[in-house]
């Protein structure tokens, strides 16, 4: 019998284990055979054992798979086709252009562009099972810090910079340099990135309205949202700037069964009024009141947000279970903000107080408590914050509060 001396993985000790669709091997390989045609991918292949060749020839684009074997996939490529950092990061844009196409790259322009940099993590989630991404901007300064990843590998992470670059164009950014200023690989805690982005506005890019053929796609876009101030936000940003109500406010229910306004946007007018009880499972999860444009198209947007309806009380009910923790607040910090707050916004004592609780993260009863009032006048109190800050939600008045938008 022949031996076989094709190269075979080595063994391990133990590692960390993670996984990623084939997709993204698939995304590898067109890479490869697009940047450096066909006979390079055939090439890139020898150097791999034959169990990684079975792997990749055997893929299924909707199946995942060891993230150590994309690990040694771009290993070989690296050392094959001698990839250096432009051609890294032109690799990790080619990704975002494929991840982050069709319905996606679509549903981001429904959002704001400061409300999706905070929240990159979501889109990061539908390729990666480990790993966590927390991103913000400071002005017009955006880091990103990337935590828990399975991969601890120099190229792999020199990707990310292009991903991350090409990612923030989506969002409607201009994009300067993407520095990589600490890498796990180095051993670092964490993969931090810094870049320069320019808005033109934080508001959604208007477009085409939504059809009933796009239901099932923005059913799966709001589930994806990991607790329901940053649900409400996206919600009432849609509503607002797709569907073209001038009116939207969304209420839930909280603690003890009582409604907690979550997000509003808009003045009450001229608009069509509609409202619907969203339900799951038999009990009242929340009400969405809008208004919505009278004059020719107002009935196929009412078709389509009456097929939505179900899917955000689904989306509300499954959000309701994540809720976050609230950020640890340096107490001098919070005390010049609230200052700052009181000279420029012009707030009453009581509105100053109001605010002070909710940057710490308690809920409108805990605020009632606190102050030895009842919570529908907290309420009255949260709301005025909310028209004079511009805010839609609690989570977008906080994040205005601490400088995140």
Not at 68 to 74: A, G, I, K, P
Not at 102 to 109: A, Q
Not at 129 to 134: A, M, S
């Amino acid at each position: 019998m022949p031996r076989d001396d094709s190269p075979r993985a080595p063994l391990q000790g133990p590692i960390s284990r993670g996984f990623l669709p084939g997709s993204k091997l698939f995304q590898r390989r067109d890479f490869v055979r697009e940047r450096f045609g066909e006979p390079a991918w055939d090439a890139v292949l020898t150097l791999l054992s034959i169990e990684d060749r079975d792997q990749l020839g055997s893929a299924d684009p909707g199946a995942w798979y060891d993230i150590h074997l994309m690990v040694r996939l771009v290993d070989a490529m690296c050392q094959k086709l001698r990839l250096d950092e432009a051609l890294l990061m032109e690799m990790g844009r080619f990704d975002a252009d494929r991840e982050l196409s069709t319905v996606y790259r679509w549903f981001l322009r429904l959002i704001r562009p400061s409300f999706a940099i905070r929240h990159m993590n979501l889109y990061w989630r539908r390729s990666h099972d480990t790993g966590t991404w927390r991103s913000w901007r400071t002005g017009n300064e955006v880091t990103a810090e990337l935590k828990d990843w399975a991969a601890i590998n120099r190229a792999m992470c020199t990707t990310l910079g292009g991903y991350l670059g090409r990612t923030l164009e989506l969002f409607g950014g201009k994009v300067g340099p993407i520095e990589h200023t600490e890498c796990r690989a180095d051993g670092h805690a964490c993969c931090i990135f810094r870049t320069h982005v320019e808005l033109p506005a934080d508001e959604p890019r208007s477009g085409r309205r939504p059809t009933r053929a796009d239901v099932s796609s923005l059913a799966r876009e709001l589930a994806q949202y990991p607790n329901r101030e940053a649900l409400a936000e996206a919600l009432v940003s849609l509503l607002r700037f797709q569907f073209g109500c001038s009116f939207v406010e969304l209420w839930v229910t909280g603690m003890e069964e009582r409604m907690q306004l979550m997000g509003i946007s808009g003045e009450r007018g001229p608009g069509e009024p509609r409202r619907f009880v969203l339900e799951m499972a038999g009990r009242t999860v929340g009400r969405l009141e809008v208004e919505l444009p009278r004059g020719p198209g107002q009935w196929g947007m009412d078709e389509v947000l009456t097929e939505l309806v179900p899917w955000v009380a689904i989306a509300l009910e499954t959000a309701g279970a994540a809720r976050g923790e609230p950020k640890e607040i340096e107490e001098t910090e919070l005390a010049r903000r609230l200052r700052r707050a009181r000279e420029i916004g012009q707030l009453t004592p009581r509105q100053i107080e109001v605010l002070e609780l909710v940057a710490r993260g308690k809920t409108n009863k805990e605020i009632a408590s606190v102050l030895g009032r009842s919570e529908g006048t907290v309420e009255v109190h949260v709301t005025n914050l909310l028209r004079k800050y511009g805010a839609s939600n609690r989570a977008g008045l906080v994040a205005m509060f601490w400088g995140e938008l």
